[in-house]
């Protein structure tokens, strides 16, 4: 994920350009090297999805904790210093994917609670963690719905490393697409 003149890398690593960072980690592109930015995700975990907003990067994966604070999956991270931010959704399975638009931070997986509310496969959050209303469900039941969220997830966002995926922010023609293809208020 580039945001402004940093690259964030999250996968399984233990480290990065010789130093130690578990699962996520900055660089610099002009001169390649690692940033002090280390938010420590769980050693026995793994970072699959990142999203920027502002000073926040936002974290999905398989990880009980994130900067020794305890985050279930998911997390917001502080863009300057690597500390987690208030931000606290825990979800009860692995977050793969994560967009952000505007005040609204979505996610995909394969949990079944975010934010301690029954959401299958696919959440819309609030930038305090807060399930909103406006996706709070697929039509489709069982494995359509998630094969729904899925297709979305996967069209708008594209894998770029063996170590580790980077997923980029769908367009707002894809997020139509999707709210047009089954998604329920």
Do not use: H
């Amino acid at each position: 994920m580039v945001s402004g003149s940093t690259v964030y890398a999250g996968g399984f690593f233990t480290s990065i350009g010789g130093l130690p960072r578990n699962k996520i980690a900055a660089l610099n592109p002009d001169d390649r090297t690692v940033t002090p930015w280390n938010p420590d995700a769980t050693a026995n975990a793994n970072v699959l999805a990142l999203a920027v907003s502002g000073s926040t990067v936002y974290a999905g994966g398989n990880f009980t904790s994130i900067g020794g604070q305890p985050r279930q999956n998911i997390a917001a991270i502080n863009a300057g210093d690597g500390t987690p931010t208030p931000f606290s959704a825990n979800a009860n399975d692995g977050v793969f994917a994560l967009a952000v638009s505007d005040s609204t931070v979505y996610a995909g997986g394969f949990f079944t609670t975010i934010s301690g509310q029954p959401r299958s496969t696919l959440a819309a959050l609030t930038t305090e963690g807060i399930v909103t209303r406006r996706y709070r469900r697929l039509r489709a039941g069982g494995s359509a719905r998630r094969d729904a969220a899925r297709q979305w997830v996967l069209q708008g966002f594209r894998p770029r490393c063996s170590t580790g995926i980077r997923f980029v922010q769908p367009s707002a023609a894809l997020t139509e697409r999707f709210v047009a293809s089954g998604v329920s208020e």
